[in-house]
């Protein structure tokens, strides 16, 4: 009940952003939509599966170069076609690396990521008749089922049509994410993330499970580099790197890792900070590496679990 | 020619890179955590050690002292490590991936850190390993400082050899990572031992920084290059363990060597083609122990 009331409000405050706040702050939200459907999937895997990966900006930046090469390179302007490539490119990057990663678990998971993730990153840097090598290629606005929009200026384009397709595509991402964690399937990730050794005992094969969730929040971030990219207008290698793939687990831990709304409220409460510190102070990071460890150290299931408790205690 | 300098190239940055990665591997060793601040602490490390030269030089030092201020400057910037070990201790009861992203915090915290004392431009040290000169032998001749590093790490290699397998103290650290529980039921202080492992792999880790420091610029992206590089080597070699960090640095320091001169831009492609080579035939790294 309580979480329907919830959902209820965000739906409706989202519907209301647009009108409101200044055009700065509304590309802000896209930002946040773009971190938080990327992170759905990370928290799968990490959150629910325990599977701490190091190499998930790969992901992210295959979902920005296919939009990118897809509208510079090859004239493919239609951002539905677009999402397909970065899903389908995405999928078959980590069905392939995945068969290798999901063997191991732990640090050696971690570092397996990573090094994949450092190879995309080497790869982009070297093809630069492709990928424009360290400076990127820039990303073209692309059309919305099929409507160029091409009278409106990049921001109202933003704030307008893309601003709804995001939302959109977020609010179906999020409810097919919260039906796969409730589902056997995601029990029995939970499960093996627990204690993989008695979900084996009880027939799961551990193996697949974890296979299907490195795949399937691949695709997800694949997705929220996508949207990412159309926001930023433009994709770098720098997206690939290692300590990027860091930032977005920093982000998902303070939103609350394994909590449904922890991808959410990570991205808001991340994105608005960065906002605010960037803009007053060059040394950002110190702030942000202290809350990390703050986090870490006082609240492990992020702001979603402080939320909770708070509201644990008043009633 | 070509070879030899590409040869001592290649041991120079295997020199480096064993340092770092000796701290790496006994910290994670004795601890079980991964340290990604080791980067970080390797940029302190160079910093520091451009700083304590020039301080030393306008001081009315011999710029001849460069080697011996340098290890001494690694070894007081590595006393950073009881800073971090401090706070890290809060989590160590934790899961291990919070006690890794724990170790990224302080890798953001350091970048500004880093930016804050020496600001954003690359800091480099001028043309000072020329005081040392060149050296020949065996009809070549190669930078001596190059050469003094080598055998520098080789002597730390040696000292920690020592230290681990025929000290009485160097018995309580592989009993610590061995069996933490049974060596405390003995009476072994392991907080102590924890605090000691910790600052001796960052001590390792400055001491390679600052050593690398009159043949490179101390910048920024000192942290997290090094940190993929040193995490090569110790997939290579295998997490724990230090003879895999001595073969691993020299695997790496090559494959870099050669990559740098051969095909720029795809050196670290080329490592970590090698790594995940590496982790399909043998998922423990070439020395590693599989961990249950």
């Not at chain 1, 302007?77 to 999402?83: A, P």
């Not at chain 2, 340092?19 to 006994?26: D, E, P």
């Not at chain 2, 002292?65 to 201790?89: D, K, S, T």
């Not at chain 2, 050296?135 to 930078?143: C, D, E, N, Q, R």
Request: hydrophobic residues 60%; positive net charge; proline residues 4%.
């Amino acid at each position: 009940m309580n979480r329907l009331i919830l959902i209820g409000a965000f739906v409706a405050t989202t519907l209301i952003i647009p009108f409101v706040v200044s055009p700065y702050y509304a590309t802000l939200v896209i930002t946040i939509f773009a971190y938080s459907i990327a992170l759905l999937g990370l928290n799968l895997l990490f959150g629910y599966g325990g599977l701490l990966s190091l190499g998930h900006a790969m992901f992210m930046a295959m979902g920005a170069y296919s939009v990118g090469l897809l509208g510079t390179k090859f004239g493919v302007r239609s951002f539905e076609v677009q999402l397909l490539v970065a899903v389908a490119s995405s999928g078959a990057a980590a069905a392939l690396i995945g068969l290798l990663c999901v063997r191991y678990t732990t640090i050696f998971f971690s570092m397996l990521t990573l090094a994949f993730g450092m190879i995309f990153h080497s790869f982009l840097f070297k093809f630069y008749e492709l990928t424009g090598g360290e400076t990127g290629i820039s990303v073209l606005r692309p059309t919305l089922l099929g409507m160029p929009f091409a009278k409106l200026s990049k921001t109202a384009f933003l704030i307008g049509p893309f601003y709804w397709y995001v939302l959109a595509l977020f609010l179906g991402m999020f409810a097919l994410m919260a039906l796969m964690v409730n589902s056997p399937y995601g029990l029995a990730l939970q499960a093996m993330r627990d204690n993989p050794r008695k979900t084996e005992f009880l027939g799961v094969p551990i193996l697949k499970v974890r296979y299907v969730a490195f795949v399937i929040s691949a695709i997800y971030c694949a997705i929220g580099g996508a949207i990412m990219a159309v926001s930023i207008g433009a994709a770098d290698p720098e997206l690939a790197f290692w300590t990027q793939s860091g930032n977005i687990v920093f982000i998902l831990v303070l939103g609350g890792l394994g909590q449904l709304f922890g991808p959410l409220v990570g991205s808001v409460a991340f994105t608005m900070l960065q906002d605010v510190l960037m803009a007053n102070t060059q040394y950002w990071r110190f702030a942000l590496g202290a809350l990390l460890a703050l986090i870490i150290i006082f609240a492990p299931l992020g702001l979603v679990g402080l939320l909770v408790r708070a509201f644990g205690k008043r009633r | 020619m070509a070879t030899a300098d590409l040869l001592l190239a290649a041991l120079f940055s295997a020199a480096v890179l064993f340092l770092v990665t000796a701290g790496l591997q006994l910290v994670f060793g004795v601890q079980r955590i991964v340290n990604l601040t080791a980067g970080s602490t390797y940029a302190f490390g160079a910093y520091f050690g451009v700083s304590a030269f020039e301080w030393f030089v306008l001081r009315g030092g011999s710029p001849v002292l460069l080697l011996p201020v340098l290890l001494l400057a690694g070894i007081i910037a590595g006393q950073i490590g009881f800073v971090i070990e401090r706070v890290l201790r809060i989590v160590y009861a934790r899961d291990e991936a919070f006690q890794l992203l724990m170790t990224f915090a302080f890798v953001l915290m350091f970048q500004d850190l880093l930016r804050y004392i020496w600001g954003a431009q690359p800091r480099i040290m001028g043309d000072l390993p020329s005081v040392y000169g060149r050296i020949s032998a065996f009809g070549l001749t190669f930078p001596t400082y190059n050469a003094a590093v080598i055998v520098c790490s080789l002597v730390i290699a040696l000292v920690l050899w020592w230290f681990i397998e025929k000290t009485p103290l160097g018995h309580i650290v592989r009993a610590t990572a061995e069996n933490k529980a049974m060596a405390e039921a003995l009476g072994v202080d392991t907080k102590r031992i924890n605090m000691l492992i910790f600052v001796l792999g960052s001590v390792l880790g400055t001491v390679g920084g600052a050593l690398v420091i009159p043949t490179t610029a101390a910048s920024l992206e000192m942290p997290s290059a090094l940190i993929i590089e040193a995490f090569a080597v110790v997939v290579i070699g295998g997490l724990g363990s230090m003879r895999g960090a001595l073969f691993g640095a020299i695997i790496v320091g090559f494959l870099r060597a050669l990559s740098l001169t051969y095909f720029p831009e795809i050196e670290i492609m080329a490592i970590y083609i090698v790594v995940v080579a590496v982790l399909v035939v043998r998922p423990y790294g070439l020395f590693g122990k599989p961990i249950a």
